[in-house]
């Protein structure tokens, strides 16, 4: 049994809490908002984020960082991404030398371009730190349904703890070495997710969804392994089977938030309905940013961008994209003598 501490009392981080405490393990955890830690004592429940998921007696909620971050083997930080400094920067004076910390939020900071773990690390420089990623929805992980993500961290002992600490019959745990190109397949995916959401507000169909996960991931790919993430990892779970269930999952909010946006919404309104953080909205204007550092042409990335902050109609963005020059599916195939 080890002692661990859930980061952020969410729905992500109120599921994986659970498949700890199924596992065995003593669970605490840890939120800023007295109302939410009071809910959570009281009901057992997150009825705003999670409803229906009844919670074991055993787990500890607590708004008291020291309670949840002394003396415990593992912090799985769950908060949404664009609290991830700031969080980091008051585990900094409680956590240990080597005590490990887990991410399992998705995104790009807008005004660095790092990835999370960068974040912690930066701000927790005597962490050990790692990320779990994938398909994941809370809602069906709360539920028991069968689930698969990934483990990356840059020591294979490290994955394969956390790998042992959370897998079981229904949620089953991969390893991986390529942590930043895990990182970059859960932020990006999420613009893209709202490119498909956008098309489903404005009525497309499933030919264009179809087009925009094939051609998503084939940019998320380029300016992954651009910036030294590996090929294997997008077309893998934290790759293209994450971008898959974004964007046609009715438990995706950054889908969600496009099918308003696609209906009429603006963003703000459109984030405000979803009443949850929409973390393809924080990692969007990251994502092209990256791509012109990194001389990348990103497309349906940049088009969302132009939507999201440009005011440009959704429409238009959609014919922008249909009408783009004349190209090849893959420069890597040639045509027999060339």
Known sequence: MAKVS???AGSWGTALSLVLHNNGHHVTVWSVLEDEIRMLKEKHEHTDKLPGVKLPEEIVFTTSLEEAVLGRELLVLAVPSPFTRSTSAKLRPLVKEGQLIVNVAKGIEETTLMTLTEIISEEVPQAKVAAMSGPSHAEEVGKGMPTTCVAGAKEKETAEYIQNLFMNDVFRV???PD?????????????IALAAGVADGLGCGDNIKAALITRGIAEISRLGTAMGGKKETFGGLTGIGDLIVTCA????RNRRAGVLIGKGYSMEAAMKEVKMIVEGVYSAK????????????????????????????AKEALRALMLRDRTTESKDLSWGME
């Open 249 to 252: 999952s009715v438990h995706s």
């Open 179 to 191: 942590l930043l190109g895990i990182e970059l397949g859960g932020a990006l995916k999420n613009v």
């Open 6 to 8: 859930i980061i952020g």
């Open 286 to 313: 990251a994502a092209s940013a990256l791509g012109k550092k990194y001389q990348v042409s990103l497309p349906i990335i940049d088009e969302v961008n132009a939507v999201l902050f440009d005011g440009k109609p």
């Open 174 to 176: 991969y390893t991986s």
